[in-house]
Structure formats: structure tokens, C-alpha cells
């Protein structure tokens, strides 16, 4: 199974800061019709995780121009810049390049 | 606006089954492929179970293939989980969760989730 290995495990960021995550794959997640299958989730205190980022870099509807995503093969981030207070939450990258589907173990993001 | 709505959680002893629902709205439900999701109490998430629009194929990890069934109904807008022979590890919530309008990305949108506790 392809391990999506995540760090920091925690964050603590001042509002305004910029936070960073990465995330590194066990195997290159472009597949052979040359698209990356690597999302972004987010899951705030109490509620469902809810879509960020898909294919390595494209936002979803809503999601404000702060959160960028990048990277390629095996090597991932996601970048909070100016972080806000409703960006507290644990943050998962995902794959579905490769069977089974997995996820990070999560990144916890707190502010300071 | 889409909604997912789950239900049919609760305390069942391990061994036994149970069922879960999803009930779909605001989309053409036989459009779009379902997968269920679980998070155990604490801990990240995992993939369940996942269905194509027809319902004609299924995909499950190794961790529940042969216990656990996917399925649809699609004139109902209704998903389904059959869990059979539970586990303790089973604990967890269950997300049913639709893929994107071109088939990316995978879970663009989730339910509230419904809690399904396997202990004696």
C-alpha cells in the first residue's frame, strides 16, 4: 500500500503566519494517463473534513486563494498563507492513484 | 444544494451486522460514483468502500473486503454499507461522501456521519 507519510504532525501558527504541510509518498502518485491524484482535506473541530485541494494543486469551489497546493511524484505541500482563526483544524493529504486509496495520518494545525 | 445524510449507526456486539443508509439530495444521484469513509474515535481517515454510478462495480480495501457490501439505489437516492461479521476495529464514523462533477476529485462532498460502536 502506498504510505502518505505527513509532517509535522502539529503546527502551531501566529494569524497571519504562513503554515506549511508536507506530504511524501512511498511510490510517485502520477499515474499513467499523466494526472496526480493528490487531494487535500481539512477537518475542523467537530465537523465532517471537507475538500481543499485536488489534483496536487487546484482549489476546490469556495476554497479562499490562501491554500496552495504543490509539488510533484512523490513530494507534496500544501501552504497556508495568513493563516485565520477557522483555519484550525487536523489537514489530510490523500491518493487514488494507487489501490487502496490512502490517506496521511494528518497534520494538526493550531493557532498560537 | 447537495446533501448527504447517514444513518443506521449504533451499539451492535461484535460479529453481528448491520446496515447503513445515505440519503442523497440536491444532484442527479445516478450521475456520480459513492464512497463510504471512517474515521475510529481519535484517529485519521480510512477508505471503505467505493461504488460507480451504475452501481455495476465495487472497490474495497483488504481491511473489510468480504464483510462489508456497497450498494445503490439509485431511484431511491439512497446508498448502502452492509457490515457483516463486525469487528471491535470497526468502531468508527462512517462518511458517505459523492466524487467530484468530473470525477475528480474523489470526496467533494461528505455527510454529517453516524457512529457505529462494535463491543459486547
Known amino acids: 500500500d502506498v504510505v502518505l507519510t505527513q509532517t509535522p504532525v502539529s503546527l502551531s501558527v501566529t494569524l497571519g503566519d504562513q503554515a506549511s504541510i508536507s506530504c511524501r509518498s512511498s511510490?510517485?502518485?502520477?499515474?499513467?494517463?499523466?494526472?496526480?491524484?493528490l487531494e487535500w482535506y481539512l477537518q475542523k473541530p467537530g465537523q465532517s473534513p471537507q475538500l481543499l485541494i485536488y489534483?496536487?494543486?487546484n482549489r476546490f469551489s469556495g476554497v479562499p486563494d490562501r491554500f496552495i497546493g504543490s509539488g510533484s511524484g512523490t513530494d507534496f505541500t500544501l501552504k497556508i498563507s495568513r493563516v485565520e482563526p477557522e483555519d484550525l483544524g487536523v489537514y489530510y493529504c490523500?491518493?487514488?492513484?494507487?489501490?487502496?486509496?490512502?490517506f496521511g495520518s494528518g497534520t494538526k494545525l493550531e493557532i498560537k | 444544494e447537495v446533501q448527504l445524510v447517514e444513518s443506521g449507526g449504533g451499539l451492535v456486539q461484535p460479529g453481528r451486522s448491520l446496515k447503513l443508509s445515505c440519503v442523497a439530495s440536491?444532484?442527479?444521484?445516478?450521475?456520480?460514483?459513492m464512497t463510504w469513509i471512517r474515521q475510529a474515535p481519535g484517529k485519521g481517515l480510512e477508505w471503505v468502500a467505493s461504488?460507480?454510478?451504475?452501481?455495476?462495480?465495487?472497490y474495497y480495501p483488504d481491511s473489510v473486503k468480504g464483510r462489508f457490501t456497497i450498494s445503490r439505489d439509485n431511484a431511491k437516492s439512497t446508498l448502502y454499507l452492509q457490515m457483516n461479521s463486525l469487528r471491535s476495529e470497526d468502531t468508527a464514523t462512517y462518511y458517505c461522501?459523492?466524487?467530484?462533477?468530473?470525477?475528480?476529485?474523489?470526496?467533494?462532498?461528505w455527510g454529517q456521519g453516524t457512529l457505529v460502536t462494535v463491543s459486547s
Open positions: 489534483g496536487v494543486s
Open positions: 461504488i460507480t454510478n451504475t452501481g455495476g462495480s465495487t
Open positions: 490523500f491518493q487514488a492513484t494507487h489501490d487502496p486509496l490512502t
Open positions: 461522501t459523492r466524487r467530484g462533477t468530473t470525477g475528480i476529485p474523489w470526496f467533494a462532498y
Open positions: 511510490q510517485s502518485l502520477e499515474y499513467s494517463d499523466g494526472y496526480t491524484y
Open positions: 440536491g444532484f442527479t444521484f445516478n450521475n456520480y460514483w
